[in-house]
C-alpha cells in the first residue's frame, strides 16, 4: 500500500496541490498563535526582574492590598525610623507614580506585556541599587531621568533625549540622561520604570523630606533577613513589613499566572483557526476520495482489503500533513508578526520578546499538521474503504440515496453535542452575577457550541440540495434554456458534491455574519446610549492606549480648559479601583469596583444617568444597580473601601444607572471623597460646555496626548477603549474566512476536475462553450444560496444564542437588512469569482483528453 501511496501521490500531486496549501494555511494560522504565545510568554518571563532585587527587607507604611501586588502601600513611613535600627546595613526610599511616558513628538510608549509605566527614586546606596547603567548617567538634577531599556528602544530614546511624562497633577518634561537593565532584563515585572531624583520623586508623590511610601532595607552581615523582618515588625507598629525575597516570588507567580492567561485566551481564539482548517481538509479530502471513487473501487476489486484503502488515503494525508507541517510553521511567523501588532495597537505590547525558535515553537505546530490531515482524512478513509467493486463499471458517480437516515442520525447527534456547551452557558447565565467574567465565559461557551453547529448543518447539506437545486435549475431553464435543465440535473444527482462547497461559503458567511452582527449591535447600543448619557459638547481626552485603556490626562487639563472665555462647565472625570472591605459577593465576583469622582453641582449639566441619585457630599458614595446587586449592598449601608490612602468609610446614598457603561459604570462620588481615596487618581476625560473648538485646542496644545473631540466622536472612542482587543479578534476572523474562501474555491474547483468526463462529453454531443460555463455558474449559484441560507442562520443563531445566555442589549439578533444584502452580494461575488476559471477550465476540455479520464 505504500507504494501505491507513493505512485497515487506522484501522479496526482496537482489535484493534492489544493489540499495541501489549506492545510498549510491552517498550520500557518495554528503555529502563529502558538508562537505569539510563546513570545508574549517570553515578553512576561522577560519582565520577572524585580526592583527589589538587592533589598533583603521591606518596610512598607501601612498596609497593603495582598490582591495587588503592585498596589502602592496607604500609608508612610519616615527613613530614620529605619536607618541605624540594630541589623540595618543600609536603606533607601522608595515610591511609585503612575506615569504616561510619551516622546517629543507625542508618540506614547506602551509599556510591556499589559504593565504599567511608573516613576520611582534614583536609589543613591549601591548596596540596594538593582539598576546598571548601560549607558548615560545617574539623574542628579531636577528634570533628568534614567529609563529602563525597553522605554529607550520603544521611544527609540537615546541618552541626551527628551522625554514627556504625564503625571496624575501635571505634565513634565524630562531629559533622559541613563539607561538602565534589571538583572539583565529591559523592564520589570510591575511594567516599565523611569527614574528620577529622590527630590522630584518626593515632589510627584506628595510626600515630606525624609518620609516615603516604603523602605528597601539592606541587613547587615550575618543578620539574617527573616530574622531582620521580625525585628522590624515590633518596632513599626504602623507598616507592614516582609522579606523582599517573598515578594519577589510572588511577582514570579504572578507573572507565570498572567503567561497561562495569555496562552488560554490565545487558544481560544486559535481553535478557530483549528476548526477551519479542520472543516476545509475534510472537505477537500472528501472531494479527492469521490473523484478516485473508480480506481479505488478496481483496487477492492483486484483483492485490496477495506484496511487497505484506509491505509492508503491515511499514507496520502500523512504526505500532505509533513509537508504542509513545514510549510505552516514558516508561515506561522508572519502571522505571529501581524498578531504582535495588533496587540499592540491595543496597548498589548510584546515587541521586547524575539521570535520564537524553541521546540515547542517548531515541534507542536507540525504535529499540529499532521494531527489536523489524519484527523479531515479520517471520514474520507472510511468512505473509501465502502467503495464496492462494481463502482468500477460506473461512468459518472450518483450520491447514494439511501443513507438518508444515518445521516439524519448523525446531525442531530451533533446538535446534541453542541447542547453541551449551549447548556452550560445558560447554567452561569443563571447561577453568577452580571460581569465581565460571565461574559466572556458565556462567549466561549456560545462559540464552542456554534462551531459544532455549524458542523452538524454541513452533514445536513445534502438535504438542502434537492430542493434549492430545483428552484435554481427551474430558474436557470428559464433563462438559459438546456443549459439550466442540465445544470438541474447536475446539482441533484450530486447533492455531496454541492454541497461540500457550500459548506466552506457556509463558514465563511457564518464567520463574518456573527461578527458583523456582533460589532454593529455593540455600536448601535454604544452609540444609543453614549449620545444619551453624555450631554457635553466637546470632550478633552487622550489619543493614546494603554494595557489598561485611554492614557490618563493630567489634572491641569481642566484648569487650563476652565479659562478659556465662553467656557461654562469643564468637568474632569477622575478615576480609581478600589477595593470592598467585607463585601458578601460571591467568590466569582470580583471585589475590586471602578470609582469615578466628578463635581456633583454641575454633574448634570454634562452627564444624564439614570436613575434617581442625589447630589453626593464628601463621605458618600452612589453605585449602579448591578453593582449593589453583585456585593449584597442597600441605599443607606456604610462599606469600607480600601483605596490608595487607606481603609475609607462610606455611606451609600443610592443607586444609579449608566446604561452606556462608558462615564461612571460601577460607582461614583465627589471629588472630595475621591481625595481622601485616591490623590493621584487618573483624569479620563474632560466634559466641556461652551467654548469655541479654536480655542479649547489653543489651550491644549502643549498637552502631550490630550486631543479635542466632540460628542458624537468621544462616545465612538469610549466605546473602543471599552472593547480593546477586537483588532486581534478581527485579525483571527480575517485570515479564518480566508482559509474557508479559499477552501471554497479549492472545493468547486476540484469538482470541475472530477467531472472532466462528464463536461468532455457534453461537448462531444454538441453543447457549446457558452452552455458548459452556465452549468457551472448554475451550480455555482446554488451553492451561493445555500452556503448563504445556513451561513446567516447559523450567525444569527449564535448571536441569539449569546443574548438569550448574557441578556445583553449589546449583543442583538437583528441586523440591518443592508447587512444581509451585503453578505449575500459579497457570497456571490465570491462564488462567481472563484468559479470563473473552473468554468472556463470545463468549457475547454477536449474531447480525446474526457475520454480517457477517469
Not at 509605566?117 to 548617567?137: M, Q
Not at 457564518?510 to 450631554?535: H, I, K, M, P, Y
Request: proline residues 6%; charged residues 15%; positive net charge.
Amino acid at each position: 500500500m505504500w507504494l501505491i501511496a507513493r505512485r497515487s501521490f506522484a501522479e496526482g500531486w496537482l489535484r493534492l496541490t489544493a489540499t495541501l496549501l489549506a492545510a498549510m494555511f491552517s498550520v500557518g494560522l495554528i503555529a502563529g498563535s502558538i508562537q505569539f504565545t510563546l513570545r508574549a510568554q517570553a515578553a512576561v518571563s522577560g519582565s520577572d526582574a524585580s526592583e527589589y532585587a538587592r533589598a533583603d527587607v521591606l518596610v512598607q507604611g501601612g498596609q497593603t492590598d495582598p490582591d495587588d501586588l503592585y498596589a502602592a502601600p496607604d500609608g508612610r513611613v519616615r527613613l530614620d525610623q529605619v536607618a541605624g535600627r540594630p541589623g540595618v546595613a543600609a536603606v533607601a526610599g522608595d515610591a511609585a507614580v503612575p506615569v504616561t511616558a510619551a516622546t517629543p513628538g507625542g508618540k506614547m510608549i506602551v509599556p510591556p506585556a499589559g504593565g504599567r509605566t511608573l516613576l520611582r527614586p534614583w536609589v543613591a546606596e549601591p548596596s540596594l541599587n538593582p539598576y546598571k547603567l548601560e549607558s548615560g548617567r545617574a539623574p542628579a538634577a531636577p528634570g533628568e531621568v534614567a529609563v529602563v531599556r525597553h522605554i529607550a528602544r520603544s521611544g527609540r530614546l537615546g541618552t541626551g533625549a527628551e522625554l514627556n511624562l504625564t503625571l496624575p497633577r501635571e505634565t513634565l518634561r524630562t531629559k533622559v540622561v541613563g539607561v538602565v537593565t534589571v538583572s539583565g532584563r529591559s523592564a520589570v515585572a510591575s511594567g516599565a520604570l523611569v527614574l528620577a531624583t529622590p527630590e522630584t520623586m518626593s515632589r510627584a508623590a506628595g510626600l515630606a523630606p525624609g518620609v516615603w511610601q516604603s523602605v528597601w532595607v539592606k541587613a547587615a552581615p550575618d543578620v539574617p533577613a527573616v530574622r531582620l523582618r521580625d525585628q522590624l515588625k515590633r518596632s513599626q507598629n504602623d507598616a507592614t513589613v516582609r522579606t523582599a525575597k517573598s515578594l519577589r516570588d510572588a511577582q514570579s507567580a504572578d507573572v507565570a499566572g498572567m503567561g497561562t492567561s495569555i496562552g488560554g485566551a490565545i487558544a481560544m481564539l486559535s481553535s478557530v483557526a483549528v476548526f477551519v482548517g479542520l472543516f476545509v481538509v475534510a472537505n477537500t479530502f472528501g472531494t479527492l476520495v469521490r473523484q478516485r471513487s473508480r480506481r479505488l473501487a478496481l483496487l477492492a476489486a483486484i483483492g485490496a482489503t477495506p484496511r487497505q484503502i484506509k491505509r492508503l488515503i491515511r499514507f496520502e494525508a500523512l504526505a500532505v500533513g509533513l509537508v504542509a507541517a513545514v510549510g505552516g510553521v514558516l508561515l506561522g511567523y508572519p502571522v505571529s508578526g501581524l498578531l504582535t501588532r495588533l496587540f499592540a495597537q491595543d496597548g498589548f505590547d510584546i515587541s521586547a520578546a524575539d521570535a520564537q525558535f524553541g521546540w515547542v515553537a517548531l515541534a507542536v505546530p507540525g504535529a499540529a499538521g499532521i494531527v489536523v490531515t489524519q484527523l479531515a482524512a479520517w471520514r474520507a478513509a472510511r468512505r473509501a474503504a465502502r467503495i464496492s467493486p462494481m463502482q468500477a463499471l460506473r461512468t459518472t458517480a450518483a450520491d447514494s440515496s439511501g443513507r438518508s437516515w444515518p445521516r439524519l442520525v448523525g446531525a442531530l447527534a451533533v446538535f446534541a453535542c453542541a447542547w453541551m456547551f449551549f447548556g452550560p452557558a445558560f447554567g452561569i447565565a443563571a447561577t453568577e452575577a452580571p460581569g465581565p467574567d460571565r461574559t466572556v465565559g458565556i462567549a466561549a461557551l456560545v462559540m464552542i457550541g456554534s462551531m459544532i453547529t455549524v458542523a452538524a448543518l454541513a452533514v445536513l447539506g445534502p438535504f438542502f440540495v434537492g430542493p434549492l437545486g430545483g428552484l435554481v435549475g427551474r430558474l436557470g431553464m428559464a433563462v438559459s434554456g438546456e443549459a439550466g435543465r442540465v445544470a438541474r440535473a447536475t446539482i441533484t444527482r450530486s447533492p455531496r458534491r454541492v454541497s461540500s462547497a457550500a459548506s466552506s461559503l457556509m463558514l465563511g458567511v457564518a464567520l463574518v455574519g456573527a461578527t458583523a452582527t456582533l460589532v454593529l449591535s455593540s455600536n448601535a447600543r454604544f452609540d444609543e446610549a453614549g449620545r444619551e448619557v453624555l450631554q457635553a459638547d466637546h470632550v478633552v481626552t487622550s489619543s493614546a492606549m494603554t494595557g489598561d485603556g485611554r492614557a490618563p490626562l493630567p489634572r491641569d487639563v481642566a484648569a487650563k480648559i476652565a479659562a478659556v472665555p465662553g467656557v461654562t462647565t469643564a468637568i474632569p472625570l477622575i478615576s480609581s479601583d478600589a477595593k470592598i472591605i467585607g463585601s458578601k459577593a460571591s467568590d466569582e465576583v470580583p471585589p475590586y469596583v471602578t470609582v469615578t469622582g466628578a463635581d456633583q453641582p454641575t454633574l448634570r449639566q454634562v452627564l444624564r444617568l439614570g436613575g434617581h441619585l442625589p447630589a453626593l457630599a464628601p463621605g458618600e458614595i452612589g453605585l449602579t444597580s448591578t453593582t449593589m446587586k453583585a456585593h449584597k449592598l442597600k441605599r443607606g449601608q456604610t462599606i469600607i473601601l480600601r483605596a490608595a490612602q487607606g481603609r475609607v468609610r462610606l455611606t451609600i446614598a443610592g443607586a444609579y444607572h449608566d446604561p452606556s457603561h462608558l462615564f461612571a459604570d460601577q460607582a461614583l462620588v465627589a471629588p472630595a471623597t475621591m481625595e481622601k481615596l485616591d490623590p493621584s487618581a487618573a483624569t479620563q476625560a474632560v466634559l466641556i460646555r461652551g467654548g469655541s473648538p479654536d480655542a479649547l485646542s489653543r489651550a491644549i496644545a502643549n498637552v502631550p496626548g490630550a486631543k479635542l473631540v466632540d460628542r458624537n466622536a468621544y462616545v465612538d472612542m469610549a466605546a473602543e477603549a471599552l472593547t480593546k482587543g477586537m483588532k486581534v479578534i478581527y485579525g483571527f476572523i480575517g485570515m479564518s474566512l480566508v482559509l474557508a474562501l479559499f477552501g471554497m474555491a479549492t472545493t468547486i474547483s476540484m469538482s470541475v476536475g472530477e467531472r472532466t468526463r462528464e463536461f468532455g462529453l457534453l461537448g462531444a454531443v454538441g453543447a457549446t462553450m457558452s452552455q458548459i460555463r452556465q452549468v457551472v455558474r448554475w451550480e455555482a449559484a446554488t451553492v451561493v444560496l445555500l452556503g448563504t441560507l445556513l451561513g446567516t442562520g447559523a450567525a444569527l443563531g449564535s448571536v441569539a444564542v449569546l443574548h438569550a445566555a448574557t441578556g445583553s442589549s449589546f449583543a442583538e439578533p437583528n441586523p440591518p437588512l443592508w447587512l444581509l444584502a451585503a453578505i449575500t452580494a459579497g457570497a456571490a461575488l465570491v462564488t462567481l469569482a472563484t468559479s470563473a476559471l473552473p468554468a472556463r477550465r470545463a468549457a475547454t476540455i477536449p474531447i480525446l483528453e474526457a475520454a480517457k479520464a477517469e
